[in-house]
């Protein structure tokens, strides 16, 4: 990593003026009743290969920003770095800092409700120990999972057994379609989320003052064991109250805001809310950088402000499941008026502006926050970005096309990089005026046309240096960590290529295990390649003698199709197995061939017809290009 430009130093001494450093209530919040920190402890899988440490964040403990962080964003990751075990108030504890999330713990009368057990079972474990040395040792009786993304629930099963909640000793809470949420939302897009996942977060960025210093939400993700278990009680009404181990608890539904299942919670025992991930201390994301369906949040703005009406009155303590707590009756008031408004403004003035008939590119450069929630620090941009956020809400009422005609049929990335290179005067030309740019600090146009020469012709060296140049200082500017991984993120692979990622598949064998076969099968259908399918046509049938469903396929016209509860008397061929068998397959430990051919799947009817339509199924891989061209031919198979 290079050193911050003069033009990145004196935009970020700008950034001073903007951000109310003199607030120095967060640090005050964040370590607010710790009990015990994790310090430098390493936490590991039984392989040995390190899962999460904070170590490599002391850089964090200078004061003043250096010049290749943004000051706001410097402030905010090193009020992220309390981390421990924490005392919110009698029988309510937090565990903060052993992953991106916080697990919940509250003292019931007989035992232990454990509230969002963090990504991995190896930190989930680390931290209830860290809890029991410190509280008098009681069962976990239930387990909550406020929503349906997986740093809320993977590490369930470092908590609890799946026997024990078998056997009804543990009872697991979760919102209203929490199960077709969280094993569905990474399947059908979910390869390419998990690659750009790492622009998102920096998982393989070196820590460090010009490398990842945050996320927003928290450090990291851990990289141990994910799991599931399914919950054993839904709760469906917007409102719910249940009584759990003694420990009344209102539950309420906030859907299609932060994730399409999710709740808020307030505790009246003991006058503690907490709003999950509804609120947080950053402007959270309406469209994730790793993609997801986008946001409402007008809807999301509505939810704060229901809460605030209800429970504002009567709480002392906000809490949630990222950062930290806010205290006191009237900043929590304050807090959630700041948190609510921030989403309203964004969305209403991107509106506004949208029926002016301006397009998100342009009303992204247009809205800034007021003064008055520009001097909250939970208002900042430090997971969100506010102009990715204006360009969501344009997308979620209007979509992509932003209603110019020239745009509806643009040519592609490649094709048109190459005709702009042509027209600019050839890559020499235009590398010598990128350059000049580059010295006057004009990084994103830099960074544009760079990038359109690396397109045009990625091994052109002087070009991917250039453009690996230009992100790197746009990563120091910026205030948002997760724009700044993503930025940095894309110099690194300019600079080095595709890094290599682990092979395997990438979803938890629970989560593979829970996915509904209707979801299976749609899956099945967005890898078929369409060229392969043309004039094809073949039907099988689907046993699973275990789970007793039975599924027709049907392949026609190049697209794959399904009927539950079904058999068809004209089937080419009947597959009967078992949903175990299938599993092992989705998990990579067999395949289909392999499957066939030792009878794990038995067939009646014509074997080839089945091998045919394995065929035209392809892999995708998980080391595809993000910020060069991809390859021109795409061929592979499930074979």
Do not use: C
């Not at 992220?80 to 504890?93: E, F, H, K, P, Q």
């Not at 409402?296 to 930290?324: C, F, M, P, T």
């Amino acid at each position: 990593m290079k050193d911050a430009t003069e033009a990145t130093r004196v935009a970020n001494r700008a950034a001073l003026a903007q951000v109310p450093l003199a607030d120095r209530q967060s640090f005050e919040d964040a370590r607010r009743g710790l009990i015990e920190a994790l310090g430098d402890k390493l936490i590991t899988r039984g392989d040995g290969r390190l899962v999460w440490t904070l170590k490599g964040y002391e850089f964090l403990e200078r004061e003043d920003a250096p010049d290749s962080v943004h000051p706001g964003l410097w402030r905010h990751a090193r009020v992220n770095m309390a981390n421990g075990l924490y005392r919110v108030t009698d029988r309510v504890y937090q565990i903060r800092g052993f992953d991106v999330s916080n697990m919940t713990i509250i003292e019931g009368d007989s035992g232990l409700i454990v509230i969002d057990p963090l990504i991995s079972t190896e930190v989930a474990e680390a931290a209830m120990e860290l809890y029991l040395k410190h509280r008098p040792h009681k069962p976990v009786v239930a387990v909550i999972y406020s929503h349906s993304h997986i740093d809320h629930f993977g590490g369930v099963r470092g908590v609890v057994s799946g026997e024990d909640v078998a056997a009804g000793k543990v009872t697991i809470w979760a919102p209203a379609g929490f199960m077709a949420a969280a094993v569905g939302e990474n399947v059908i897009a979910g390869n390419a989320m998990l690659r750009r996942a790492l622009f998102q977060f920096g998982a393989m960025l070196p820590r460090g003052e010009r490398g990842q210093v945050d996320t927003g939400l928290g450090k990291s993700v851990s990289l141990g064991t994910t799991t599931l278990i399914p919950p054993t009680n839904l709760i469906k009404k917007p409102v719910e109250t249940h009584r759990i181990d003694g420990i009344e608890i209102i539950f309420e539904l906030t859907p299609d805001a932060e994730a399409p299942a999710e709740l808020i919670m307030y505790y009246p025992d003991f006058w503690v809310l907490n709003m999950t991930e509804i609120t947080t201390q950053n402007f959270h994301n309406l469209l994730p950088m790793r993609g997801a369906l986008v946001r409402d949040s007008l809807a999301w703005s509505k939810y704060i402000g229901g809460a605030l009406h209800r429970y504002g009155g009567s709480s002392e303590v906000l809490i949630a499941q990222h950062n930290w707590p806010v205290w006191s009756g009237a900043r929590v008031r304050g807090f959630l008026r700041k948190q609510r408004d921030a989403y309203k403004f964004v969305h209403d003035q991107t509106v506004r502006l949208m029926n002016y008939g301006y397009v998100g590119a342009e009303i992204a450069e247009m809205i800034k926050l007021p003064a008055s929630l520009n001097q909250e620090w939970s208002a900042h941009s430090f997971y969100g970005n506010l102009k990715h956020n204006v360009r969501a809400i344009y997308q979620r009422y209007l979509g992509h096309y932003d209603g110019n005609p020239t745009n509806l049929d643009a040519l592609p990335p490649v094709e048109a990089a190459k005709k702009s290179v042509e027209y600019m005067g050839g890559a020499e030309a235009v590398l010598k005026k990128a350059r000049e740019d580059f010295s006057r600090g004009e990084y994103r146009w830099v960074a544009q046309v760079a990038s359109q020469l690396v397109f045009a012709d990625p091994a052109n060296r002087d070009a991917r240096e250039l453009a690996a140049d230009a992100l790197e200082q746009l990563g120091y500017q910026v205030e948002s960590a997760t724009a700044r991984n993503a930025y940095l993120q894309g110099a690194f692979e300019l600079r080095n290529g595709v890094p290599n990622l682990p092979g395997g598949s990438g979803a938890a064998p629970d989560i593979v295990r829970s996915l509904p076969l209707d979801m299976y099968f749609d899956f099945m259908a967005v890898r078929l390649n369409g060229d392969k399918a043309a004039g094809k046509t073949i039907v099988l049938n689907w046993r699973f003698i275990d789970t007793k469903e039975d599924y027709v396929l049907n392949l026609e016209n190049s697209a794959l199709t399904f009927v539950a509860d079904m058999q068809a008397d004209n089937a080419d061929a009947t597959l009967t197995l078992t949903r175990a068998t299938l599993d092992e397959i989705s998990l990579q430990k067999t395949t289909y061939s392999a499957a066939l051919q030792s009878g794990q799947i038995a067939v009646a009817g014509s074997i080839e017809k089945i091998v045919e339509l394995l065929e035209m199924i392809d892999t995708f891989p998980i080391r595809f290009p993000v910020v060069e061209p991809r390859p021109a031919a795409i061929s592979s198979t499930a074979r």
